[in-house]
T-cell receptor, first 112, second 112 residues
Framework: DAMVIQNPRYQVTQFGKPVTLSCSQTLNHNVMYWYQQKSSQAPKLLFHYYDKDFNNEADTPDNFQSRRPNTSFCFLDIRSPGLGDAAMYLC???????????FGPGTRLTVL | QKEVEQNSGPLSVPEGAIASLNCTYSDRGSQSFFWYRQYSGKSPELIMSIYSNGDKEDGRFTAQLNKASQYVSLLIRDSQPSDSATYLCAVRAKAAGNKLTFGGGTRVLVKP
């Protein structure tokens, strides 16, 4: 059974049209992460939640926002996608006091 | 600048041979070390974690850690075509809290 679920798996949007990606987890983990990964590059951390505490990376553009309405769900909002935002977006979770980070299957975002 | 470095490859290995992957890191405070496998278009999958100097074996995989020299390596014995993937090295420093720093990955090609 999938433990970290991301929807949709593939998302096509137009330049400047807002898009929301979702992540849900059945693990009851208290830490959730959003990464951006471009082709042949390392995953780049955008932000993470430790319970309800939001932690933004210093170089994450303001164009990227996130919401975590409860333990199970986390959303990534891209307010005005640009061509440079085309990437794989990965959600991951970890439980406090453990070391294993579980990744979801990712959402491939295409910006036209 | 804290970073994790890997040779991008591709590392071409004949089927049945040993693939040797290396990773160096700059933060001496690093405490946890991970190897993830990522197939093209898929999300990273944890294959090994190591915390202490020395070797750790799991099936055909062996991780080696040398904190004094600040490197961690992964050996894949009896390489199979299904091992063809990108291998990401990830490091967690105590000061970084819950965050992993990823290397750019080494692409491995196992040729039948």
């Amino acid at each position: 059974d999938a433990m970290v679920i991301q929807n949709p798996r593939y998302q096509v949007t137009q330049f400047g049209k807002p898009v929301t990606l979702s992540c849900s987890q059945t693990l009851n983990h208290n830490v959730m992460y959003w990464y951006q990964q471009k082709s042949s590059q390392a995953p780049k951390l955008l932000f993470h939640y430790y319970d309800k505490d939001f932690n933004n990376e210093a170089d994450t553009p303001d164009n990227f926002q996130s919401r975590r309405p409860n333990t199970s769900f986390c959303f990534l909002d891209i307010r005005s996608p640009g061509l440079g935002d085309a990437a794989m977006y990965l959600c991951a979770t970890i439980h406090k006091g453990t070391d294993t980070q579980y990744f979801g299957p990712g959402t491939r975002l295409t910006v036209l | 600048q804290k970073e994790v470095e890997q040779n991008s490859g591709p590392l071409s290995v004949p089927e049945g041979a040993i693939a040797s992957l290396n990773c160096t890191y700059s933060d001496r405070g690093s405490q946890s070390f991970f190897w993830y496998r990522q197939y093209s278009g898929k999300s990273p999958e944890l294959i090994m974690s190591i915390y202490s100097n020395g070797d750790k074996e799991d099936g055909r995989f062996t991780a080696q850690l040398n904190k004094a020299s600040q490197y961690v390596s992964l050996l894949i014995r009896d390489s199979q075509p299904s091992d063809s993937a990108t291998y990401l090295c990830a490091v967690r420093a105590k000061a970084a809290g819950n965050k992993l720093t990823f290397g750019g990955g080494t692409r491995v090609l196992v040729k039948p």
